[in-house]
């Protein structure tokens, strides 16, 4: 079948690797793709992804038969609606859906219906109620532009002053209409988590768990970024943490079918959890794939990504059959200088084709393009996730830095401790 996967970074690289290793996979189209997907699928631009019409347009044009919608962007902007509407197999919930992403007032409000345990909350549309939330109740807390926000809308305020100056900041613009509204949450302790799912027809199937790296730099320090580095699966999670957190996407999935919410909702839930004293927490959810968790997701599936999609997107939570690897998966992100602030793009990038040469490294392009000599080069901020799958954690662990070595390029940014905590144990949280 042909295929249109939308997105550019690392999670769509991914998504188009593993779609691109099934037999059924004839034509694979990314729009607008990256360096990295150019090299296995046709990267197509001239539509925004965004706009429903416009995908609509080039899927008649292509004869695409699945839609995979990689970023929440698109799902918030209704974009799975208009296909579906059109009779296209669309691997994504619907918009209504996608609000447990596009905003967390919705989603804090669909958790305490559907009795998920989570933060205590407070939901404000302006500064002055936000800010008497907070003194009332004091620090830590988290401070969450209600929105989209690249993932950086959320600020852990370890202080009451860094705490006033999130919201200040939320409602003064610094995340634009996504600062509108502000959640104000208590704050969590514990180690976090990630569960994702596929879901369809209000059932979960259930991946493997996963744990991302979100500060900037070494030892959990530093500003929230899109996250610099994830391995699966989580050895500190129990068999009981596992089963609760499975209960609870369960217990959403099944919510998104009936009413009130009935979403239609067929694509991936992501679970951000929080392993409290008290038993796993949902932090968030999101409406799509996680990035960099996919990453080392998807290569330990034994099974045919196309097959899973769509029986997602049909709505035939029968057909769905997983299968993992028993191999453990690491991911170190090396991003640009100055990231998650400003910097610099067009730095030519070498050595990538070494890294992927050694055993069980894969490279996925997360922020890449070509120059006019067709050298890869910097155009974002998460630049490569470089992935190494090993029999043990510390082989997966060695190999992804063994291959991180390996490449370079001018300001080239990167955490050296992914991973390091769980060598360690649940008491290196403590």
Known sequence: MNILVLGSGGREH???WSLAKSPKCEKLFVAPGNGGTAAIATNVSGFDINDGAAVLGFVRENDIELVVI???APLVAGVADVLREAGVLVFGPDAQGAQLEGSKTYSKQFMVDNDIPTAAYGSFDNKEDALAYVNQIGAPLVVKADGLAAGKGVIVADTLEVAIEAVESCFDGAFGDAGNCVVVEECLTGPE????????????????TAQDHKRAYDGDLGPNTGGMGVYSPVPIVTDEEYATMVQIMERAAAATAKAPFEHDYRGVLYGGFMLTPEGPKVLEFNARFGDPET????????????DIMVAVAAGKPEDIQLDWYDSWAVCVVLASEGYPGSYEKGKVILGVDEANAMQGVTVFHAGTAFNLDEEFVTAGGRVLNVVALGDSFEKARDRAY???DAINFEGK???????????????AWE
């Open 295 to 306: 990453q080392v997701i998807l290569p330990r599936l034994h099974a045919d990504l196309v």
């Open 402 to 404: 063994e291959a991180v």
């Open 70 to 72: 990689g970023p929440e």
């Open 193 to 208: 988590c990630s569960l994702l799912a596929f879901v369809t027809g209000g059932k979960a199937f259930c991946m493997a």
């Open 413 to 427: 940014q990167f955490r050296t401790d992914i991973g390091k905590k769980a060598s360690i144990g649940r008491s």
């Open 14 to 16: 991914a998504i188009t």
